[in-house]
């Protein structure tokens, strides 16, 4: 048995319950994120992982179930909560009519981000999009879209980070360096990250853990190679589509042929 991890616990759902019109998107789900670990929610469409990550952001109340981050009930202490975290997906636009410099700069302003200019700069030389700063935020392609709110979650220096699907609509080499990048920023601010994506290339080289749903459920929880190990797959990749079509990680053993 391994042993307990004792770091501190910064995002905690127990027994979280959602349902639509008496359909369970999420039943009885239940996880832990440590500080200083990226824990990977993988799934198929329709597995239960964006209605997770609405109910972790306040968007969607549970239907039972609890929430807590830093120690705090997230439906009480929301605003203190959203303070301390942030958020990027590759599917929420910023304002289309704004200049990227302006979008980040309001943002900046609402986190109360010292000096924001100089953190603006710092951030988009860091993901290499120094150049768009005077583009409209509207006419930027999908991959310049997904780092430009790359910057903005990164703005207030979160202690907990939810990025959903972080490289997607970018090319090998963007987001390769989009792994790196929010591992370095893991690892230098100690944070924790709750990390979606279908492309298990990101998953195994940027969580230490990963959480599989399928339908509302966890089917399996552990390491990448703890999980490739314990399946019928000889990849991550397996496993996922595994699951995604039978809702399990092993095969069923081979029934005995008729004599």
């Known amino acids: 048995m391994s042993a307990a991890d004792t770091r501190e616990v910064i995002l905690e759902a127990r ?18 994120l ?31 179930g609890e929430l807590t981050a830093f120690g705090m009930s997230l439906h009480e202490h929301r605003i203190e909560i959203l303070r301390r975290s942030n958020f990027s997906s590759a599917y ?21 981000v010292p000096d924001p200019k100089k953190k603006i700069a710092e951030l988009m ?4 999009i120094s150049h ?8 930027l392609s999908a991959g310049e879209s997904t780092r430009v709110n790359l910057v903005k979650a990164f703005l207030n220096d979160p202690e907990l980070l939810m990025l959903d699907e972080p490289t997607a609509s970018l090319d090998p080499d963007i987001a390769d360096k989009v792994r790196k990048v929010v591992r370095k920023v893991q690892r230098d601010r100690n944070i924790g990250i709750l990390y979606t994506s279908h492309n298990m ?22 390491t990448p190679s703890d999980i490739v190990a314990r399946s ?28």
Do not use: W
């Open 132 to 139: 768009l700063q005077k583009r409209v935020t509207g006419q």
């Open 201 to 222: 290339r990101d998953i195994e080289e940027v969580c230490n853990r990963v959480i599989f749903l399928h339908k509302g459920k966890i089917v399996c929880e552990g």
């Open 92 to 112: 929420t636009a910023l304002p289309g009519n704004l200049l990227v410099g302006q979008n980040l700069l309001v943002f900046a302003k609402i986190y109360g």
């Open 15 to 32: 027994e979280l319950t959602r349902e639509f019109d008496g359909v369970k998107a999420l039943d009885r789900f239940s996880f832990k």
């Open 232 to 259: 019928s797959g000889s990849t991550l990749e397996d496993v996922f589509i595994k699951i995604a079509r039978d809702g399990e990680i092993v095969d069923e053993p081979e029934k005995e042929k008729a004599s």
């Open 34 to 64: 440590h500080r200083g670990e990226v824990l990977g929610l993988l799934g198929a469409n329709g597995a239960g992982k964006t209605t997770a990550m609405n109910c972790l952001l306040g968007l969607t109340l549970p239907t039972s």
């Open 125 to 128: 030389d860091l993901l290499e």
